[in-house]
């Protein structure tokens, strides 16, 4: 099993990735996840593979926005 390793590419790669999971239901929130956590998004979608379920996938984006929340929190 070959694994991405999204760390080396634009952010917007991990998104689209993510994003392929659940059809464009969650773009909002990756894409609020990008410009918060880029490098946690990046990471996250190394973790995945292809073959992964759209439930680990959601897994993966509630953690995401739990960590954009935090993010966001902290700037105010």
Avoid at 16 to 39: K, M, P, T
Wanted: negative net charge.
């Amino acid at each position: 099993m070959v694994k991405n390793n999204f760390f080396s590419r634009p952010v917007g790669a991990a998104v689209l990735f993510l994003n392929d999971f659940h059809h464009g239901r969650r773009l909002n929130d990756l894409n609020r996840c990008a410009r918060l956590v880029s490098d946690d998004v990046k990471g996250m979608a190394s973790m995945l593979s292809p073959t992964s379920t759209a439930e680990s996938a959601g897994y993966a984006i509630d953690q995401l926005v739990a960590w954009a929340d935090e993010a966001e929190n902290a700037e105010q």
